[in-house]
């Protein structure tokens, strides 16, 4: 057990087969190694076992908190759902705000974790340090947001106020390979496919009650410097600025136009480098500039909520009325965000802004990852353009807005051909279709809103994700975009390499915390230290803390080596790299492509990984000391991968 400051040291661990629910306390060199939230949540997946079936009652489903989680910390509502990937085979972690972090945090725990699979579906209450399971046979079936409402009733709660539900939709019951989940506040732990596992389990909701009694530091004088630091650096953010930096005003999508300028958003499945690209040489009306943050701000924008302990404000909630098949729709939700809106949108070959908030708010209401979603109906476009998807019973036409709205709720159901085959994810798609070239995938997961011919330490990034491809394991736009620590040329590969690894260490302590990465925006190591240091009242240094990211990194990293991953799966989409497939960027990115194979030698080399798998040495060095090893030491040649 644990005894430092910030925690409850209490997990209830649920097993759904038997219906039986025990208790557990935090052991406390795993909270010393490995902190919380992501870290610990991928402790508990390992030892597990990697060979685990994603979807079988094996796998090991965790709800984790972090010490800061809760908090006066800023921006510390968030909470990680940790598991094997049924999308990637990885491990996956994701993560989502509002307050069912906080929340759950307050109940009186530091996690759930969640294994076997339930006779009939259920939810799980949470209240005052205990767990409880309910039918859910009355919900089946069922969107989210109806699914919240019900629920919210039928506990005797109020939203908003001392409740919060993370819920699946059909999605998730259904098997969708990215399926997510989704809390009162439309946040979702989207990526990974957490939704799928949660309805391989019969699991349908998780609620959660409870006060607003926060963790006290257990040295509050450090705790009170570090978080003072940290808010007047938000303060003065020309990001983070509340009311006046362009994440407050804009929200995520305050990156559509900036990405636009440089020639950094994917468009028409990654074959441009931007909308202007499309619209020149395809002669069409395509314009990012019409679902930018500016525009939505100006246009549909009518509040702005917050989630637990958050003084910046990115939440943009929206309203619209569309005409769909003759009839009204009507629409509100707080959700578009930049790379839902850059995939369900420019990457799919329009940008229609009010259809793209209805295909939003359908998507989580469904539960499916709106990442996931557009990109994977952006890749049967072009396959249905080049004759791929002949052998099913209808196509899909570029930016055709009305068939996609229809066709979310289809994937969800896996209601049709086309619609079952989707739901499989880009690597199930390429595989029956022979399509690898239209995949826009890192490890079968497709990329989000950053072209990596033009940045190209997303580029490093993505291939050397432990999820997938990912902008959230460092996010270099910061440094190649907004100059955040330092400005990084975007066009340069030497040196992204170093710069990456070094963001997703950073990255994974403040997930492991848990708290939203976009404090990275303006704090930085010291402020991490002090705040941890005061919460816990431990006295690490910013060198042992930053060494607790590599060995959470690394523990991924281990994991998915034993699954049978190694460099030749650190790879990107051919269109972006030399080769027979290549597609040069266009515009500001002219004739560009991405370097990978230089930036993960020097990457490698950073992270003293043999082609992609971790040596025994360096297991060692970090007190990684679970598991078998991987027999692979510094120089030699990395394991075979298993068949």
Same mark, same amino acid.
């Given at each position: 057990?644990?005894?430092?400051?910030?925690?409850?040291?209490?997990?209830?661990?649920?097993?759904?087969?038997?219906?039986?629910?025990?208790?557990? *306390?935090?052991?406390?060199?795993?909270?010393?190694?490995?902190?919380?939230?992501?870290?610990?949540?991928?402790?508990?997946?390992?030892?597990?076992?990697?060979?685990?079936?994603?979807?079988?009652?094996?796998?090991?489903?965790?709800?984790?908190? *972090?010490?800061?989680?809760?908090?006066?910390?800023?921006?510390?509502?968030?909470?990680?759902?940790?598991?094997?990937?049924?999308?990637?085979?990885?491990?996956?972690?994701?993560?989502?705000?509002?307050?069912?972090?906080?929340?759950?945090?307050?109940?009186?725990?530091? *996690?759930?974790?969640?294994?076997?699979?339930?006779?009939?579906?259920?939810?799980?209450?949470?209240?005052?340090?205990?767990?409880?399971?309910?039918?859910?046979?009355?919900?089946?079936?069922?969107?989210?947001?109806?699914?919240?409402?019900?629920?919210?009733?039928?506990?005797?709660?109020?939203?908003?106020?001392?409740?919060?539900?993370?819920?699946?939709?059909?999605?998730?019951?259904?098997?969708?390979?990215?399926?997510?989940?989704?809390?009162?506040?439309?946040?979702?732990?989207?990526?990974?496919?957490?939704?799928?596992?949660?309805?391989?389990?019969?699991?349908?909701?998780?609620?959660?009650?409870?006060?607003?009694?926060?963790?006290?530091?257990?040295?509050?004088?450090?705790?009170?410097?570090?978080?003072?630091?940290?808010?007047?650096?938000?303060?003065?953010?020309?990001?983070?600025?509340?009311?006046?930096?362009?994440?407050?005003?804009?929200?995520?999508?305050?990156?559509?136009?900036?990405?636009?300028?440089?020639?950094?958003?994917?468009?028409?499945? *990654?074959?441009?480098?931007?909308?202007?690209?499309?619209?020149?040489?395809?002669?069409?009306?395509?314009?990012?500039?019409?679902?930018?943050?500016?525009?939505?701000?100006?246009?549909?924008?009518?509040?702005?909520?917050?989630?637990?302990?958050?003084?910046?404000?990115?939440?943009?909630?929206?309203?619209?009325?569309?005409?769909?098949?003759?009839?009204?729709?009507?629409?509100?939700?707080?959700?578009?965000?930049?790379?839902?809106?850059?995939?369900?949108?420019?990457?799919?070959?329009?940008?229609?802004?009010?259809?793209?908030?209805?295909?939003?708010?359908?998507?989580?209401?469904?539960?499916?990852?709106?990442?996931?979603?557009?990109?994977?109906?952006?890749?049967?476009?072009?396959?249905?353009?080049?004759?791929?998807?002949?052998?099913?019973?209808?196509?899909?036409?570029?930016?055709?807005?009305?068939?996609?709205?229809?066709?979310?709720?289809?994937?969800?159901?896996?209601?049709?051909?086309?619609?079952?085959?989707?739901?499989?994810?880009?690597?199930?798609?390429?595989?029956?279709?022979?399509?690898?070239?239209?995949?826009?995938?890192?490890?079968?997961?497709?990329?989000?809103?950053?072209?990596?011919?033009?940045?190209?330490?997303?580029?490093?990034?993505?291939?050397?994700?432990?999820?997938?491809?990912?902008?959230?394991?460092?996010?270099?736009?910061?440094?190649?975009?907004?100059?955040?620590?330092?400005?990084?040329?975007?066009?340069?590969?030497?040196?992204?390499?170093?710069?990456?690894?070094?963001?997703?260490?950073?990255?994974?302590?403040?997930?492991?915390?848990?708290?939203?990465?976009?404090?990275?925006?303006?704090?930085?190591?010291?402020?991490?230290?002090?705040?941890?240091?005061?919460?816990?009242?431990?006295?690490?240094?910013?060198?042992?803390?930053?060494?607790?990211?590599?060995?959470?990194?690394?523990?991924?990293?281990?994991?998915?080596?034993?699954?049978?991953?190694?460099?030749?799966?650190?790879?990107?989409?051919?269109?972006?790299?030399?080769?027979?497939?290549?597609?040069?960027?266009?515009?500001?990115?002219?004739?560009?492509?991405?370097?990978?194979?230089?930036?993960?030698?020097?990457?490698?080399?950073?992270?003293?990984?043999?082609?992609?798998?971790?040596?025994?040495?360096?297991?060692?060095?970090?007190?990684?000391?679970?598991?078998?090893?991987?027999?692979?030491?510094?120089?030699?040649?990395?394991?075979?991968?298993?068949?």
């Amino acid at each position: 057990m644990t005894e430092f400051g910030g925690y409850h040291d209490r997990v209830a661990r649920v097993d759904l087969s038997s219906g039986d629910i025990a208790y557990e *306390g935090i052991d406390d060199e795993d909270a010393r190694k490995y902190i919380g939230a992501r870290g610990l949540g991928v402790k508990y997946v390992f030892d597990q076992g990697p060979d685990v079936d994603p979807l079988g009652p094996d796998n090991l489903l965790t709800f984790m908190t *972090g010490p800061l989680t809760g908090t006066q910390t800023v921006m510390s509502g968030r909470i990680a759902v940790v598991t094997k990937s049924p999308l990637t085979g990885t491990v996956t972690d994701s993560h989502h705000g509002g307050w069912s972090g906080a929340r759950l945090k307050w109940s009186g725990f530091d *996690g759930l974790l969640f294994e076997g699979k339930a006779e009939h579906p259920v939810y799980a209450v949470v209240e005052d340090g205990e767990l409880t399971l309910h039918d859910a046979e009355h919900i089946w079936g069922r969107g989210v947001h109806d699914t919240i409402e019900e629920l919210e009733g039928e506990v005797d709660g109020s939203l908003g106020k001392n409740l919060s539900i993370m819920a699946i939709g059909p999605g998730g019951e259904n098997e969708v390979k990215f399926g997510c989940i989704v809390n009162e506040d439309d946040r979702a732990s989207g990526r990974g496919g957490t939704g799928a596992v949660m309805g391989s389990k019969n699991l349908k909701a998780i609620v959660v009650k409870s006060g607003t009694r926060m963790p006290k530091p257990a040295d509050a004088d450090t705790f009170k410097q570090g978080y003072q630091q940290a808010m007047q650096l938000i303060r003065e953010s020309e990001v983070t600025a509340p009311n006046e930096g362009g994440l407050s005003l804009y929200g995520t999508n305050v990156l559509m136009n900036a990405g636009e300028e440089l020639d950094g958003l994917p468009t028409k499945n *990654g074959k441009y480098t931007s909308t202007a690209a499309m619209r020149d040489a395809e002669g069409v009306d395509i314009d990012s500039e019409r679902v930018s943050g500016e525009n939505v701000r100006e246009n549909i924008l009518v509040d702005e909520p917050t989630c637990h302990s958050c003084p910046v404000a990115c939440k943009k909630e929206v309203e619209v009325s569309v005409m769909h098949k003759g009839e009204e729709m009507n629409v509100r939700g707080e959700s578009y965000e930049y790379e839902s809106a850059y995939a369900l949108g420019p990457n799919s070959g329009h940008t229609e802004r009010d259809e793209i908030a209805v295909m939003i708010d359908r998507c989580n209401d469904m539960g499916v990852d709106t990442i996931e979603m557009g990109n994977m109906m952006a890749m049967a476009m072009e396959m249905s353009e080049q004759g791929k998807l002949d052998g099913l019973s209808e196509q899909l036409d570029w930016g055709d807005t009305e068939r996609m709205i229809d066709l979310i709720t289809e994937v969800a159901n896996r209601d049709g051909d086309l619609a079952d085959a989707l739901a499989e994810g880009a690597n199930g798609l390429a595989e029956r279709f022979d399509a690898h070239d239209n995949s826009l995938a890192v490890k079968g997961q497709t990329i989000p809103a950053y072209d990596p011919r033009c940045m190209k330490g997303m580029g490093i990034g993505y291939a050397t994700s432990n999820r997938g491809a990912c902008h959230l394991r460092g996010y270099t736009p910061s440094a190649e975009i907004l100059g955040i620590p330092e400005k990084h040329d975007p066009h340069e590969w030497r040196g992204k390499g170093e710069l990456v690894a070094l963001f997703q260490d950073m990255h994974a302590i403040s997930d492991s915390f848990d708290i939203c990465k976009f404090n990275a925006f303006a704090e930085g190591i010291e402020e991490y230290v002090l705040q941890y240091n005061g919460m816990t009242g431990r006295d690490v240094s910013e060198e042992e803390l930053l060494e607790t990211g590599d060995r959470i990194y690394t523990l991924e990293r281990y994991y998915n080596n034993l699954v049978g991953f190694d460099g030749a799966d650190d790879s990107l989409p051919g269109r972006f790299v030399e080769g027979d497939e290549a597609m040069p960027g266009q515009g500001a990115s002219e004739g560009q492509l991405c370097e990978l194979d230089e930036m993960k030698e020097e990457y490698y080399a950073r992270r003293q990984w043999v082609d992609g798998v971790v040596p025994d040495e360096r297991l060692d060095e970090l007190g990684i000391d679970i598991g078998p090893g991987t027999g692979v030491s510094r120089g030699d040649s990395p394991a075979p991968a298993d068949d």
